[in-house]
């Protein structure tokens, strides 16, 4: 089955504790992204990765990280969390950005920082 | 920046209806443009992708795509509440490679 997965799905965590949260996809695609949706402002776009080793900044980078190591894996890292960056995360991905393909979007991963 | 502006709504139309969703962009130089609906606490799922001036369609929703003006609309033929959601307007921006969503218009349908 074609899907996207992100782990974890919920994480309550404190302020400054270094996190991790991973996404992974099984359609060998190329294109894949990182979104935060934040009540009245929508989806915004975190960091995007064109492909292995090819990453760009989106919207809103400012306190994230992330690395294309290998194709099906682009995890999103905070170094030092803080309480503004407690959000609904997506991940997505897609053969690329062309019209004809579709972006697929992981289940989300709530996150609240304390 | 470049901004994708939609009317936050709540749009409520009767069941039956036609539900007619606008979008407009800042980006001159953009080339695709997608509709997603999102139900509350779930993942946005693509329903239209449109590139080329004009309409298209697909079952009881019609696209549509005015460059000239930098505007994208999304219609809904005979509307059920099953289509009650947030439907977020797409635009991947002249870069190619960076995607901008509008905040979303909420629509409802009464039965």
């Known amino acids: 089955e074609a899907q996207v997965t992100q782990n974890p799905r919920y994480l309550i965590t404190v302020t400054g504790k270094k996190l991790t949260v991973t996404c992974s996809q099984n359609?060998?695609?190329?294109?894949m992204s990182w979104y935060r949706q934040d009540p009245g402002l929508g989806l915004r776009q975190i960091y995007y990765?064109?492909?292995?080793?090819?990453?760009d900044k989106g919207d809103v980078p400012e306190g994230y990280k992330v690395s294309r190591k290998e194709k099906r894996n682009f995890p999103l890292i905070l170094e030092s969390p803080s309480p503004n960056q407690t959000s609904l995360y997506f991940c997505?991905?897609?053969?690329?950005?062309?019209?004809?393909?579709?972006?697929?979007f992981g289940p989300g991963t709530r996150l609240t920082v304390l | 920046q470049k901004e994708v502006e939609q009317n936050s709504g709540p749009l409520s139309v009767p069941e039956g209806a036609i539900a007619s969703l606008n979008c407009t962009y800042s980006?001159?130089?953009?080339?695709?443009f997608f509709w997603y609906r999102q139900y509350s606490g779930k993942s946005p799922e693509l329903i239209m992708f449109?590139?080329?001036?004009g309409d298209k369609e697909d079952g009881r929703f019609t696209a549509q795509l005015n460059k000239a003006s930098q505007y994208v609309s999304l219609l809904i033929r005979d509307s059920q509440p099953s289509d009650s959601a947030t439907y977020l307007c797409?635009?991947?921006?002249?870069?190619?490679?960076?995607?901008?969503f509008g905040k979303g218009t909420s629509l409802l349908v009464t039965p």
């Open positions: 449109i590139y080329s001036n």
């Open positions: 359609m060998n695609h190329e294109y």
């Open positions: 980006d001159r130089g953009s080339q695709s």
């Open positions: 797409a635009v991947v921006l002249s870069s190619g490679y960076a995607l901008n």
């Open positions: 990765s064109m492909n292995v080793e090819v990453t």
């Open positions: 997505a991905s897609s053969l690329s950005l062309a019209g004809a393909d579709t972006q697929y």
